[in-house]
């Protein structure tokens, strides 16, 4: 009558992939406690390590998981409902999925529960309207990757359909995140809604070549597919120290790097653990002449 879960942290875009790709981080990530309660409904009973709503229909955890009831309940009447405990390591506004971490862990749990009368991709549907909440749009390029685990591919929103890719067996993510608070909402308003064609002929290039050298773990091919020329160019003013960090992973042997999600945290792809601990370091050594705080972290994807 009660689950308790890792909720991994994750980066949506990879560089060429905005609002459809995205990672799953192995190592960094939520908890969260669910259990069956008397009463009907979803209660938020417990957040700790961070400052969120405890109203049910304005926490991010609170809506995927009423979606789900909502769903679930009109197809097979229940008498009880679910309450959830959660516990923040991944800070908010962070750009490496905090709330889709929390949206995604709530309706896997409650679906556990209930015996799974849903699939993992179909719950990728009732994460998103925890998404909303936080950044008011529904996309599901991180509740995916953190619900499928791997490197996931929004093929398409309208049906949504989603495809899980295996990581490759070498690759790692160094992510810096530095401590000042971009909100997703804003870091979408600097967006240009319209896109030259030659710009969208690079990107989709990008997002093949990047598709391609996953499946067959072509590290190469992978490196030179991070590139991001729609939507890095306007989101890097939000960061500071943005260009001279990723200067200095890719200085030091990252097959390539860009912003995490929405950012402000920026991440590198490395090919073995080793070249990842050294493009770390030099990512943190880079940083500190900013002046911003920051934490770093390393992990298989
Ligand atoms: N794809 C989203 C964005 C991810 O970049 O705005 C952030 O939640």
Redesign the pocket.
Known sequence: NEIKLFCPATI??LSCG??VLGLCLETIGDEMIIRKSSEKGIRITKIIGADLPMETEKNVAGVAALAFYQEASSREAFDYGFEIEIYKNIKTGS?I?S??ASAAGAVFGINELLGCPFTRKELVTFAMKG?VV??G?E?A??VAPCLLGGVTLVRGYNPLDVIRIDSPNELFAVVLHPHIEVK?AD??AVLNPMIPLKNAITQWGNVGGLIAGLYTQDYELIGRSLEDVI?EPLRKKLIPGFDETKFDAMQNGALGAGIS??GPSIFALCKGHKTAEKVAFAMSESYQIIGIPFDMHLSKI
Do not use: P
């Open positions: 949506a875009n905005f609002d750009g999925g709330s889709s998404e936080a950044s749009s996309h390029d991180n997703t870091a979408r939507v999600g929405a």
